[in-house]
């Protein structure tokens, strides 16, 4: 970097970018030009859009964005959680189930076993094996439940 210098921009959606004598220039969807940019370096949130299932039962925990059985697993951990299932992804709607990197709300902690693990427990609660659902087919090293 020539100038030594960071500059910070929140809630900046990009429309374009161009690329002039090794810089970089960026079009704002505002049309805000940003201008002679050596490096982007991005934070992009995990939120999960809502707007879809208004109109269900549901429940959210409020600072975590997830069902309440993740977020105490999320703050149990504080960090990587345990391998889980049906159970803990259930709302108050029959059968609607959030799963994958959003059923972890807003933490970026989500790893694609759990994932996997959530689709194949809702899949067997779903066909009435209610206790095959609740079994647990992954296992994490322990280091990372520490």
Same mark, same amino acid.
């Given at each position: 970097? +020539?100038?030594?210098?960071? $500059?910070?921009?929140? +809630?900046?959606?990009?429309?374009?970018?161009?690329?002039? $004598?090794? !810089?970089?220039? @960026?079009?704002? %969807? +505002?049309? /805000?030009?940003?201008?002679?940019?050596d490096q982007i370096v991005v934070n992009t949130g995990?939120?999960?859009?809502?707007?879809?299932?208004? /109109?269900?039962?549901?429940s959210l925990h409020a600072s975590a964005e997830c069902?309440?059985? @993740?977020?105490? #697993?999320?703050?149990? !951990? !504080?960090?990587?959680?345990?391998?889980?299932?049906? =159970?803990? #992804?259930? *709302?108050?709607?029959?059968?609607?189930?959030?799963?994958? +990197? !959003?059923?972890?709300?807003?933490?970026?902690?989500?790893?694609?076993?759990?994932?996997? /693990?959530? %689709?194949?427990?809702? %899949?067997?609660? #779903?066909?009435? =094996?209610?206790?095959?659902?609740?079994?647990? *087919?992954?296992?994490?090293?322990?280091?990372? #439940? =520490?």
């Amino acid at each position: 970097m +020539s100038k030594q210098s960071i $500059d910070c921009f929140s +809630s900046f959606y990009i429309e374009g970018l161009t690329e002039s $004598d090794g !810089k970089l220039d @960026i079009i704002a %969807a +505002s049309h /805000e030009r940003v201008e002679g940019i050596d490096q982007i370096v991005v934070n992009t949130g995990a939120r999960p859009n809502i707007d879809m299932f208004r /109109e269900i039962q549901y429940s959210l925990h409020a600072s975590a964005e997830c069902v309440d059985g @993740i977020a105490q #697993l999320l703050f149990e !951990k !504080k960090g990587v959680v345990q391998p889980h299932g049906e =159970k803990q #992804l259930r *709302h108050m709607e029959k059968d609607f189930y959030i799963i994958g +990197s !959003k059923s972890f709300g807003r933490s970026s902690s989500f790893f694609l076993m759990n994932g996997f /693990e959530q %689709a194949r427990s809702i %899949a067997v609660y #779903l066909n009435g =094996k209610i206790a095959e659902s609740e079994e647990v *087919h992954i296992k994490f090293p322990d280091e990372w #439940l =520490k």
